[in-house]
C-alpha cells in the first residue's frame, strides 16, 4: 500500500491520513456546537436579582 | 553576501520585527493576571489551534526526530498517528472540554494550579511546579540549543569567531529577543506570536513535501524506491568488495567486510574522544587494530560512499532495523527504543504537558476547541508526518545523488539530515523559507517554555505556596521574575549539555509528565472518587519510579544515560542490570504503577468533600 513495504508502516500511513480528516469531519460536524454554554450559577442568580431590581414600580 | 543570504536576513529582520510588534501590542492588551497567565480566556480558535500546534512542534520535532527517520525509516509514522489522534483529537475533544470547564470553575490559571485546586492540595501544585521548574529547562535546554546551533549555521556567525563563542553568542541573542516578548506579553504575546510562526511553519512544510515527492517521481514510486534502498545499497557494496578483490588476488565476501567495517567503526568511537598522539599511541601499541583500520579503508577506497552507508546499515541491522518501510524487529533494542521511548513516550506524553494543557482554559466555550481541531489535526499532520517522511526518503535522494545514505551524506550526525538535504535538493529560495520555518518553529515551542517555567517558579511555587495566596496585582511581576529565572536556569544548561540530545531530552520530559501527571490528571477530570492521598500518591509513584529508572536502570550507552551523565559523578551509574528490557522507556513502567498507586490510595482513603467535587464538576459533560 502507498508503495510502502511493511504492512505496519503502510498502516501508520493510512491512520496519519484518516486521524486528520477525522479532525477535519469533527471540526465540520461540531463547529456551531458548544457555544451556548449554560452561565454559571453566580450569574444566574445575579441576573434574577437583577430582573428584580428593574421591575417596574406596581403599587 | 550571497543572494541567499541576503533574502535571508530581509525576511528575518521584517519576521522578527513582526513578533516585537505582536509582544507589544499584546502588552497593551494585558491588564490582569488571567490576561497574563490564559490569555483572557478570550482566545480565538485557529489562534489557540496553531499556539498548540506551534508550541507542540519544535525544531526538535523537524530536524531532530526528522533526521532520527533517516535512520529509523517511516516506522515512525506511528508517532505522527499518536500526534494527531491523541494529541489533538482525544486531546481536545476528551481532555480539553472537560480542562476548559474545570479550570473556569476553580479558577485555574496554571497546569499545577488546575490539578492543585483541584484535589485541594498545595503540595500537589508545589510538587508539580517543581517538576516543571527542575525538569523543563532540561527540554527547554535542548530546543534552545538546537536552536542556537541552526543560527550559527544559517547566519554564518563561526566565520567570524570560534564555534563555542558563535554557539554562546547565537544562544544569547536568540533568548533576549523570545524573552521580551514573553516577559511584556505574558500568553497573549506568547499565543499570537505563536499563530504567526505556525502559520509560517505550515508553508513551510508544505512546499517541503511537495517538492519532495516531486524530486523523487511521486508519493508511491518515491515509496518504492526507500523499499528497494537496502537491496540496492547491498548490490552496490558487494560491487565494491569484487572490484577490490579483483585488484588485490583477494577472496573477501561481503559478510566478512561488513564484520570488518562493524568492528573498524567500533574501534573508531573508541579512538574518537582521545587525542592525536594518545590515537597514535593505542595504534602502535596494537598493530592488529591498526591493521584493521587501514585494510578497512584500502577496501572502503574502491567506493567510499557505498561502503561507508553499508557500514551504517550494518550497524542498523545488528539491532534490529529492517529497513526504512517495515519496523524493527520485535523486543530488539531498536524496537524498545522506537516504540516505548519515541512513539508512546512522547505520543502519550502530550496529554500531560503543562505548556499545552493551559492552552484548553484561554478559550471561551466548547465551540472554539470544536473550531480548534480540524487546524490542530492538519497541522501535526503538515508537521511530523512531513519531517519523517522526508527525513526517510532523503536517504533515496543521496542515494540517487552521489551513491550514499543521509546519514552518511550528513556526516553521521542525524541533526545534519534534514538541512543538507534542504540545501542539496530544494531550490535556493527556498532555504531562506525553510530557515525561517525552523526558526519560528523553535520560538514558539520555547516561549511557551519559558512562560510555563516562569509561572511555575512565580505564581505556583512562590506566590501560592510559599506566599500562600494572591497578593492584589502582584502576580504578573512575580511571574515576570520568574520567567527571568527560568531563562537564566536554561541558559545555563544549554551551555553545559552535549550536543544530539534534542530527541532524547524531549521524550524524557514527555515521558516524565505523563507518568507523574497524567493518571492525577485523567482521573480528576473524570472521576469523583479519585481522593487527594490517591493523586498525590500517584504523583510521587510516577515521578520516583520515572527517576529510578532513568537513574539506575537504563543503559549506559543509551541517549538518556549520555544526557544525565553530566549531573552525575558516578562514572557508570547504570549498569546495574542487564538484558533487553533496559532499553524500554520509563513510561513504560512508571505510568502503570502509578496508575495502582492512584486508584488503590484512593479506594482506601476519604472521599473529597461533595461541595468541592460539585463546584469542580458544575457544567462538565
Redesign the interface.
Known amino acids: 500500500m502507498?508503495?510502502?513495504?511493511?504492512t505496519?508502516?503502510?498502516l501508520?500511513?493510512g491512520?496519519?491520513?484518516a486521524?486528520?480528516a477525522?479532525?477535519?469531519i469533527?471540526?465540520?460536524v461540531?463547529?456551531?456546537?458548544?457555544?451556548d454554554?449554560?452561565p454559571?450559577?453566580e450569574e444566574v442568580a445575579w441576573r434574577q436579582s437583577e430582573k428584580e431590581v428593574e421591575k417596574p414600580f406596581e403599587p | 553576501m550571497s543572494e541567499q543570504d541576503a533574502t535571508l536576513i530581509i525576511i528575518t529582520v521584517i519576521y522578527l520585527l513582526a513578533c516585537a510588534w505582536i509582544g507589544f501590542y499584546a502588552y497593551t492588551k494585558t491588564k490582569t493576571t488571567a490576561d497574563y497567565l490564559v490569555a483572557g480566556r478570550r482566545a480565538h480558535p485557529v489562534v489557540m489551534a496553531l499556539s498548540y500546534g506551534a508550541t507542540f512542534i519544535s525544531t526538535s520535532a523537524i530536524v531532530g526526530f526528522g533526521g532520527a527517520a533517516a535512520n529509523f525509516?517511516?516506522?515512525l509514522?506511528?508517532l505522527?498517528?499518536f500526534n494527531?489522534?491523541v494529541g489533538?483529537?482525544v486531546a481536545f475533544?476528551f481532555f480539553g472540554?472537560r480542562t476548559r470547564r474545570m479550570g473556569h470553575n476553580l479558577d485555574a490559571h496554571t497546569f499545577p494550579e488546575f490539578l492543585g485546586r483541584r484535589y485541594q492540595s498545595k503540595f500537589i501544585q508545589f510538587f508539580s511546579a517543581l517538576v516543571i521548574f527542575l525538569f523543563m529547562p532540561v527540554y527547554a535546554s535542548a530546543v534552545l540549543r538546537g536552536a542556537g546551533t541552526f543560527i550559527v549555521k544559517t547566519f554564518h556567525m563561526d566565520q567570524a569567531m570560534t564555534l563555542a563563542t558563535a554557539l554562546q553568542m547565537a544562544m544569547l541573542i536568540y533568548t533576549v529577543l523570545v524573552a521580551l516578548y514573553v516577559i511584556a506579553g505574558g500568553l497573549k504575546g506568547v499565543m499570537w506570536t505563536d499563530a504567526l510562526q505556525g502559520g509560517i511553519m505550515l508553508a513551510g512544510m508544505v512546499i517541503l513535501i511537495l517538492y519532495s515527492y516531486g524530486r523523487l517521481g511521486g508519493?508511491?514510486?518515491?515509496?518504492?524506491a526507500l523499499?528497494r534502498l537496502p537491496a540496492d545499497l547491498e548490490a552496490n557494496a558487494a560491487q565494491a568488495v569484487e572490484n577490490y578483490n579483483q585488484k588485490t588476488g583477494e577472496q573477501l565476501t561481503l559478510a566478512s567486510v561488513t564484520d570488518m567495517g562493524l568492528a573498524a567503526a567500533a574501534l573508531r568511537d573508541k579512538l574518537k574522544p582521545m587525542s592525536e598522539e594518545a590515537r597514535k599511541k593505542y595504534l602502535a601499541e596494537n598493530p592488529k587494530e591498526d591493521q584493521l583500520l587501514q585494510k578497512f579503508g584500502a577496501i572502503a577506497a574502491t567506493d567510499p560512499k557505498g561502503v561507508a552507508s553499508m557500514a551504517v546499515v550494518a550497524r542498523l541491522q545488528r539491532g534490529g532495523w529492517?529497513?526504512w518501510?517495515?519496523?524493527p524487529a520485535f523486543n530488539t533494542p531498536f524496537w524498545c527504543f522506537m516504540v516505548t521511548t519515541v512513539i508512546l513516550g512522547v505520543g502519550i506524553g502530550v496529554l500531560a504537558q503543562p505548556q499545552l494543557v493551559v492552552r484548553f482554559m484561554t478559550v471561551?466555550?466548547?465551540?472554539?476547541?470544536?473550531?480548534?481541531?480540524?487546524?490542530?489535526?492538519?497541522f501535526?499532520?503538515m508537521m511530523t508526518?512531513v519531517a519523517f517522511v522526508v527525513g526517510a526518503l532523503s536517504n533515496v535522494y543521496f542515494f540517487q545523488h552521489g551513491g550514499e545514505i543521509a546519514m552518511v551524506r550528513a556526516g553521521g550526525d542525524s541533526d545534519l539530515v534534514i538541512p543538507t538535504f534542504i540545501t542539496s535538493a530544494l531550490p535556493s529560495w527556498f532555504v531562506a523559507l525553510f530557515a525561517l520555518t525552523l526558526l519560528s518553529a523553535a520560538m514558539s515551542t520555547q516561549s511557551s517554555q519559558f512562560h510555563t517555567i516562569g509561572t511555575a517558579l512565580g505564581r505556583d511555587i512562590y506566590e501560592q505556596t510559599i506566599l500562600g495566596g494572591e497578593r492584589r496585582g502582584t502576580t504578573v511581576l512575580i511571574t515576570r521574575f520568574g520567567i527571568v529565572l527560568g531563562i537564566a536556569v536554561t541558559l545555563g544548561l544549554a551551555v553545559k549539555l552535549p550536543g544530539s540530545i534534542i530527541p532524547a531530552a524531549t521524550a524524557l520530559f514527555f515521558g516524565l509528565c505523563a507518568s507523574s501527571f497524567l493518571p492525577m490528571y485523567f482521573g480528576g477530570l473524570y472521576f469523583r472518587w479519585i481522593t487527594k492521598a490517591g493523586a498525590i500518591a500517584g504523583m510521587c509513584v510516577g515521578f520516583f519510579v520515572s527517576m529510578f529508572w532513568l537513574f539506575c536502570v537504563q543503559m549506559v550507552n543509551a541517549r538518556f544515560a549520555a544526557l544525565l551523565l553530566p549531573f552525575l559523578n558516578h562514572p557508570n551509574p547504570s549498569l546495574i542490570l542487564q538484558g533487553t528490557w533496559r532499553f524500554l522507556d520509563a513510561l513504560v513502567i512508571a505510568f502503570p504503577l502509578a496508575v495502582v498507586a492512584t486508584v488503590v490510595v484512593s479506594l482506601i482513603t476519604r472521599k473529597m468533600p461533595e461541595d468541592h467535587l460539585h463546584k469542580c464538576f458544575?457544567?462538565v459533560r
Open positions: 502507498f508503495g510502502i513495504e511493511g505496519s508502516v503502510a501508520a500511513y491512520l496519519c491520513l486521524s486528520a477525522l479532525c477535519l469533527y471540526g465540520a461540531n463547529f456551531n456546537r458548544g457555544g454554554e449554560a454559571k450559577r | 525509516g517511516m516506522g509514522l506511528w505522527t498517528f494527531i489522534f489533538i483529537f475533544v472540554k508519493v508511491v514510486a518515491g515509496h518504492e523499499s529492517r529497513g518501510t517495515d519496523m471561551k466555550s466548547n465551540r472554539e476547541l470544536n473550531r480548534a481541531v480540524p487546524t490542530g489535526g492538519i501535526i499532520l508526518g458544575h457544567g
